[in-house]
C-alpha cells in the first residue's frame, strides 16, 4: 500500500515553496525578529532553535545579532534556499533536515520558537503534542518557547472566506484563499490559487484550529509552564482585538 501523502509535503514544495524561495513575507522579518527577541529575552551567545526554519529569514537575521541558531525543516529543498542565504549573508546558522515530530535534542538549547502558524499541520492532534514534547526535551531547564500561530479568537472575528492578495506591485501576480472552517473537526480548510502571468497554480493546508486555553493545557501537558500570551503584531498582551496569538511557555 502506497503511504499517504500528507498536505503538507506537497504544499510546501509546490507554488508556496517557490515564493518562499522568492522571498514571500521577508519584509515582515525585522518586526517579527524584534518580537521573538524581546519575548524570549535572547542575547549573544544564546543557543536557538527554529522549528520549521523554512528560508530561515529568522534565524538568519538572529544570527547576524550573535545567536546561535539551529535551523530544522522536512524540506530539503527550502533549506538548500536557506543555506545559500545564509552564506551570502556572511552568517553561521546550523540547518537540518527533521520532521518536527522527530526531534531528537536534549537539553541543548537556551530558547525556541515556531513563529507564523508552523504548528497544528496534522491529522492525528496527538501528533501535535509529541512536536511540544519533543521541543520541551530539547531546551535546557528554564529555558523558554515561543507559538506563534493563528489562534481561533484572532481568525473567527475577522474570517473573510474569500481574499484575494497582490503579490507585486505590477497587479499581474496575486494570490487568492478560498477558506472554509470546519468546526467540528476544529480545522481551517484552505485553497491557495498562486496567479502568474495568466497561469494559475492551486494548493491546499489543513490547520488545526486551537483556541488559547486548548494551547495552554497542551504546553502543560507537554512539560512547560508559566505560560504568556501576546499579541505578535504589537507586543501587547493577548486580549479581543488582538491579530496574532503568540504563547511563551517555560521549561520546568
Known amino acids: ?70 535551523g530544522v525543516d522536512f524540506n530539503g529543498t527550502i533549506l538548500d534556499v536557506a543555506e545559500q542565504r545564509a552564506e551570502e549573508q556572511l552568517v553561521e546558522v546550523l540547518f537540518l533536515k527533521n520532521d518536527m515530530r522527530c526531534l531528537r535534542f536534549r537539553e541543548e538549547f537556551d530558547a525556541a520558537y515556531s513563529f507564523w502558524t508552523s504548528f ?31 489562534s481561533a479568537e484572532t481568525l473567527l472575528p475577522v474570517f473573510e472566506p474569500d481574499r484575494t492578495m497582490p503579490l507585486d506591485a505590477s497587479g499581474t501576480q496575486e494570490l487568492r484563499q478560498r477558506t472554509r472552517l470546519d468546526l467540528e473537526a476544529g480545522r481551517s480548510e484552505t485553497e491557495w490559487t498562486f496567479v502568474e502571468n495568466g497561469r494559475e497554480r492551486t494548493a491546499r493546508s489543513s490547520l488545526r484550529l486551537y483556541n488559547y486555553r486548548d494551547l495552554c493545557t497542551l504546553l502543560r501537558e507537554a512539560g512547560f509552564e508559566r505560560i504568556e500570551g501576546f499579541d505578535s503584531m504589537t507586543g501587547q498582551p493577548f486580549g479581543p482585538g488582538a491579530r496574532r496569538l503568540a504563547l511563551v511557555a517555560t521549561i520546568l
Not at 525578529?33 to 536557538?48: H, N, P, R, T, W
Not at 496527538?126 to 493563528?150: N, T, W
Open 1 to 70: 500500500m502506497t503511504p499517504k501523502t500528507e498536505w503538507w509535503e506537497t504544499f510546501f514544495r509546490g507554488p508556496w515553496g517557490e515564493w518562499q524561495a522568492r522571498g514571500f513575507m521577508q519584509q515582515n522579518t525585522s518586526a517579527e525578529v524584534d518580537f521573538i527577541v524581546k519575548a524570549l529575552g535572547l542575547k549573544a551567545g544564546d543557543e536557538v532553535l527554529d522549528v520549521a526554519c523554512g528560508t530561515g529569514r529568522h534565524a538568519i537575521e538572529l544570527a547576524k545579532l550573535g545567536i546561535d541558531v539551529t
Open 120 to 150: 497544528g499541520y496534522f491529522e492525528d492532534e496527538s501528533h501535535d503534542y509529541v512536536v511540544l514534547r519533543r521541543i520541551a526535551e530539547s531546551l535546557r531547564p528554564g529555558g523558554k518557547f515561543l507559538l506563534e500561530l493563528l
